[in-house]
């Protein structure tokens, strides 16, 4: 299994709304990232975890708030936010914690605030 | 400040020829460098890498180029093929001890159209 599963694909809620994306992999590997991507700009860093443990916070307003139950399993729960959080929310995940880089990306989701 | 730059947002080649990307930066720390390629409502594929202690890497159709005094890297695709149609993206990373090390920047992208 060398996938990156995030549900769900297509997320649409309201500026009162709490919701959560899930990103899930089972390869083994320790490291696991979420990423945001706008449309026609690269994927920007938002969260690493490193052997479930947050180790990187890009100074994420608190309305993102990342949650690493097991080493399978990233969760990103959402509230209170803006139109200007829509975007695709990519989850990743590496074989390494220290990073050269070669990360595995889910297919997305694809986030729209209202 | 953009640390990666790709500075041709598209580029058409005919099948069967070369197509070449190209990608500067500008953080000296950066020191393994990556393409990504990314099909519409997919997340972004690993394509091949290159640490900076080599000036080239080879996978198949797929040769990365680094030239560390010019901060340039390029991707060579040959042949190309229909199927190459995509976004790529060239991503740096800085393998050094601390936070940074963690951190994967991309540039913008540039839109490979492969023409039958």
């Known amino acids: ?114 | 400040d953009q640390q990666v730059k790709q500075n041709s947002p598209s580029l058409s080649v005919q099948e069967g020829r070369i197509s070449i990307l190209n990608c500067d930066y500008t953080n000296s720390m950066f020191d393994y460098f990556l393409w990504y390629k990314k099909y519409p409502a997919e997340g972004p594929t690993f394509l091949i890498s290159i640490s900076s202690i080599k000036d080239k890497n080879e996978d198949g159709r797929f040769t990365v180029f680094l030239n560390k005094s010019a901060k340039h890297l390029s991707l060579h695709i040959v042949p190309s093929q229909p199927g190459d149609s995509a976004v790529y993206f060239c991503a740096a990373s800085a393998t050094g001890s601390g936070a940074g090390s963690y951190q994967l920047t991309f540039g913008k992208g540039t839109k490979l159209s492969v023409i039958p």
């Not at chain 1, 026609?40 to 490193?50: G, H, Q, T």
């Open chain 1, 1 to 114: 299994d060398t996938e990156v599963t995030q549900t769900p694909k297509h997320l649409v809620m309201g500026m009162t709304n709490k919701k959560s994306l899930k990103c899930e992999q089972h390869m083994g590997h320790r490291a696991m990232y979420w990423y945001k991507q706008k449309a026609k700009k690269p994927p920007e860093l938002m969260f690493v975890y490193s052997y479930e443990k947050l180790s990187i916070n890009e100074s994420v307003p608190s309305r993102f708030s990342p949650e690493c139950p097991n080493s399978s399993l990233l969760n990103l729960h959402l509230h209170a936010l803006q139109p200007e959080d829509s975007a695709l929310y990519l989850c990743a995940s590496s074989p390494r914690t220290r990073n050269t880089g070669e990360l595995f990306f889910g297919e997305g989701s694809r986030l729209t605030v209202l």
